[in-house]
Every structure is written in C-alpha cells, then in structure tokens.
C-alpha cells in the first residue's frame, strides 16, 4: 500500500472508534464567548485565555503598533541580524515578573524546553521528570539522552518518597535536574513545589519548572507557582508560555540566572537556527506582562470564577478532579465518550474539548474546562446547564 492509503486507512479507523478530532473554525477574536462558523456564538471553556486578555485592547494595540514600528518579523536569527529592543524589555519584564535575574523567550515554549536540557546537560548528569510532566519535557529530555548521552529517569508523579530514592541512587552524577510542571495541565494539580526544593537541597539537585499553566494564574499577583507557595526566586529555572494567560498570542521563554540566558544565547540550537519571536507578539506579550502587573484583580477573579464553576459542576452530579486551579477536569471514562460529551455540549452553544488517549491514559478520557476571569456568572451558569442537559443524553447522570 502507498502511504496516502495507508494514512487514509488509519484517519478511517479513527472515525470508525469515534476518536477522530474534529477542528472548529473560529470567525472572532478569542474571548469567553466567541463567533463558531456553522455554529454563531459558543461559550469557550477549553481556551487557555486565563486571564482574557487575547483580545485587552491594551494587548492588541501594542502589537499593532510594533507591527507598524518594527515591520512583521526578524527576518533572521538573534545574533545574525539583530536583536530588536522590543525583545530586550520583555525579556526584562519576564524576569521582573518571575523573580529571576535575566530570561531569554523563544517562539514557543515546547520551544524553550526543547532547548534547555540538551543545552545544560552533559555526558554523566541525571535528568530525572515527573511521570505526568508535559510532553514538551519529555522530549527535552529524551533530545538530551540522545545527544548528550545524559543519565535519565521518571519519577512518579508528586512522589517524593521516589524522586528522594532515585537522585540518591545517582549522588554521583556531576549534575542533577529535577524536571517537573509547575501545574500538570490535564489534571489541573500543582507540583510539591516546597518538598521538590528541599529535596534538591539535600540532593544538590537543579530544579527546572514549566510554569506555563501558572504564569499569570497562580500567586496573588498571577507571578505563578513559587509565588503560589512563597518561594518566589527561589526555582533555579523557570520556563513558561507567553501563549495563554499573557496575551495567548505565542512564544515562550527560559527564565534563571544571566550565565543561564547567555549560555542559551550561545549554544541553545533553536536560539542559533531559527528565527526570534515576531516583534509584535512580543510588543503584546510585553503590554500583557504590565497588564497583569497593574491589574491583579484580574488575577482574583480568575480565582473566583474557577471556585464558582467548580462549586457549580459538583452540584450539577458531575465529579470534577480536586484542584485549586482554573483547569477542571471531569473524568469519563472513554475516549469516545470525552469527545461524543464534547460534541453534545458543542450543540448547547458550549466549546469545550474532550481529552482521550494517548493524552491520557487509557480509561481516564475526560473533558477538560477551563474558566476564564473574562467569563461571566450568566456564562458559568449557562455552562453548568449545558453540562446536565449533556450529561444526562450521555448517560453519565
């Protein structure tokens, strides 16, 4: 058989098993509700837009105006034709928001991960990585095994008893790194970030953090996980996404000490071999990093949004994964179901996405909603109706 008919054949098979991911085509800015075509107006719940500033006036007039100030993009690499002021003061932003000394951004932050561990690490380190860690991290990891010839291993997931165990079976590596998410984004749980520090300071471990579900979400201010915990400046390296709470254009970055951000400058191969961030996504990740420094109430109503749904869901007969984050995942089962429940809620004017394996595991499909400050109380309300309406012709009430 030809490829073509082999790649048919399987796309066939996915239709058939009711596991087939459809895309919806969106006519409006992002926002908690927005222009579906075929479908009018839906309520987003499966957007990463946390604090919803993808369309903040403030946030799109800044990339506009780059756009007009420094054209639509780089052109090259950093250090071939140039580094544009714009990247320089967000970069500084970054690091002010997160509590690190420098940062350096990257068109994305699979991006940023990918870069990091093959750049850190070397021949006789061990890599060790939270088993639900993002796969971003995992390929980090697997790419620095490869090409590094790295010492790697999983810890289960926030068991400390087994990270202990397995940095103290490698005491001898020359350096260690500790991998973990700050928030594991389909389970919406927060890493032990205090007893995940502790351990590295007995062990003489490195801790690396993808705060990409914390950035602009968690702490008082939205400074993220270590915020969240107190211990801000205290990661060793913090990674992140200007993709979803900042703005939810693109890009991401690797946040820690200056030495870090130049050695990335210097040796990190997404840095040397492809193209900086466009101007006006960084001018708007910029304006949405003092945007959510001069407004933390849009912080605390993201907070008070996610309690309320999550209160709301409980009541309506659903069981919602515990958590303190706006991610609420609701456990189905199986991955045909996740998504038939997603198109159902689709048909009661609800977008949100259902999540199966390889995702997640095997038996563990579920829909994941994610709550918005930009949403409304009518919005939840309106959610929560969807859902028992949903869940009732899935049979799942």
């Known amino acids: 058989m030809s ?12 239709k058939e098993a009711g596991t087939y991911k459809r895309l919806n085509h969106i006519e409006s800015p992002q926002g908690p509700r927005v222009r579906m075509e075929g479908r009018g107006e839906v309520i987003v719940l499966s957007s990463n837009n946390y604090l919803g500033l993808a369309n903040e006036p403030a946030v799109v007039d800044a990339g506009i105006e780059a756009l007009r100030r420094y054209g639509a993009g780089t052109a090259s690499v950093r250090f071939i034709c140039g580094t544009f002021t714009v990247h320089r003061e967000l970069e500084a932003a970054i690091a002010r928001f997160v509590g690190t000394e420098a940062s350096m951004s990257y068109v994305s932050a699979w991006n940023a991960n990918e870069a990091l561990t093959p750049t850190i690490a ?34 289960k997931h926030a068991d400390m008893d087994d990270l202990r165990e397995k940095l103290r079976a490698n005491r001898s590596a020359p350096r260690k790194i500790i991998w973990t998410d700050g928030v594991f984004s389909m389970e ?13 300071r007995e062990e003489d471990a490195i801790v690396v953090m993808d705060d990409s579900h914390a ?23 913090i990674t992140s996404t200007l993709g979803k709470a900042l ?17 990335m400058t210097q040796r990190s191969r997404p840095q040397l071999f492809s193209n900086a961030l466009p101007p006006t996504v960084a001018a708007s990740a910029l304006a949405a990093v003092q945007f959510t420094e001069a407004h933390p ?3 605390t109503r993201l907070r ?14 659903f069981k919602p994964l515990p958590g303190e984050t706006p991610i609420v995942p609701i456990i189905v089962g199986e991955t045909a179901l996740a998504i038939r429940m997603s198109d159902l809620l689709l048909e009661r004017g609800v977008f949100v996405t259902g999540f199966g394996f390889p ?15 930009a949403h409304t109380r009518d919005d939840l309300d309106a959610v929560v109706a969807a859902f028992k309406d949903a869940g009732k012709v899935a049979g799942l009430l």
Do not use: W
């Open 3 to 14: 490829l073509n008919s082999d790649l048919l054949a399987e796309l066939a098979a996915l």
């Open 122 to 155: 070397r021949e006789g380190d061990f890599v060790i990585s939270d088993a639900l860690n993002h796969a971003s991290i995992i390929d980090s990891v697997r790419l620095a095994k490869a090409m590094t010839k790295c010492t790697t291993a999983v810890y």
């Open 188 to 200: 919406g749980a927060i890493a032990k970030l205090p007893d995940i520090l502790q351990i590295a």
């Open 215 to 237: 950035t602009g979400v968690l702490g008082a201010t939205g400074r993220g996980t270590a915020e969240h915990f107190g211990v801000l400046g205290e990661v060793d390296i």
């Open 247 to 263: 703005g939810g254009a693109a890009g991401g970055f690797i946040a820690g000490s200056a030495a870090l951000c130049d050695i």
């Open 297 to 299: 109430e849009r912080v």
């Open 304 to 317: 008070e949004n996610a309690n309320y749904f999550r209160q709301a869901i409980q009541d309506a007969g």
């Open 359 to 373: 995702v997640v595991p095997k038996g563990e499909a579920r829909v994941r909603c994610q709550v918005s400050a």
